[in-house]
């Protein structure tokens, strides 16, 4: 049997101090992470050509075909604008930080 390789990048991205906002405040928490993903993470892994492989309860795991596009996704810079205006609209006792 012959095995075929391929190269691809994985990005490991969780939330930083859930457990913390989870004890604080469960369904804000839910409800902020669950906005969170649907108007700024997903549509981003889909426009960097992503597959979302996995998801935990604070965590995702992402393969990317291409080096190139998962850095870009990535990049602190690229993504905080759109971070920050979620963040905004979900208020200050329901920040979520990731960490990647």
Do not use: W
């Not at 998801?55 to 995702?60: A, C, E, I, S």
């Not at 870009?72 to 990731?98: E, K, N, S, W, Y």
Request: charged share 20%.
């Amino acid at each position: 049997m012959t095995a075929t390789r391929r190269l691809a990048a994985i990005l490991a991205a969780d939330v930083a101090g859930y457990s913390r906002l989870i004890g604080a405040d469960e369904s804000g928490t839910l409800q902020a992470l669950k906005a969170i993903r649907a108007e700024l993470i997903d549509p981003k892994i889909a426009t960097y050509n992503g597959r979302l492989v996995k998801t935990t309860g604070d965590g995702l795991l992402v393969e990317f075909g291409s080096v190139v596009e998962c850095p870009a996704l990535c990049d602190p810079g690229a993504g905080r604008h759109g971070r920050a205006q979620c963040q905004d609209a979900c208020g200050q006792a329901h920040r979520v930080p990731h960490r990647n």
